[in-house]
């Protein structure tokens, strides 16, 4: 793993916009979805909510390895300590807010340091790696 060539700052923030992009389109669609119905329950609306803007992340990330836009750029977040294995959830979910807080300047130290770790990934002793897949977006 020494040798491992980790993503940079442009790779990372291209997962972010296609993940920006797919979270648009689902909270549209969610909410043409709503539509069709005369009364959604507001807990309903609130779910919605809740799983697509800080859930989906943490979600995806501890079980997957990764957002599908982490997918389609070929990276993945893996535990520092055995990349073999994805972060656990409550890690994750710190690693989300964290990210959701400081923004753009977390991805601050990615250049500084020799795993091209983001500040969110320092807190939580994550890392993200390349697997691309078949058809990544590079």
Do not use: C
């Not at 809740?50 to 390895?65: A, E, K, N």
């Not at 991805?107 to 770790?117: D, Q």
């Amino acid at each position: 793993m020494e040798n491992q060539n980790y993503p940079g700052v442009f790779v990372r923030v291209k997962a972010v916009i296609v993940d920006s992009v797919l979270l648009l389109v689902f909270m549209l669609g969610i909410v043409d979805l709503f539509d069709q119905f005369d009364n959604v329950p507001y807990f309903l609306r609130l779910a919605a909510f809740v799983f697509i803007f800080l859930l989906y992340d943490p979600i995806f990330t501890s079980t997957f390895g990764g957002t599908i836009g982490h997918f389609l750029v070929g990276i993945r977040v893996k535990r520092a300590n055995n990349p073999e294995k994805n972060i656990l959830f409550p890690l994750a979910i710190v690693r989300y807010i964290i990210k959701a807080l400081l923004g753009w300047l977390s991805l601050i130290t990615v250049s500084g340091n020799k795993k091209a770790k983001a500040i969110h990934d320092i807190a939580v002793q994550s890392v993200v790696i390349y697997k691309a897949p078949v058809g990544a977006i590079n």
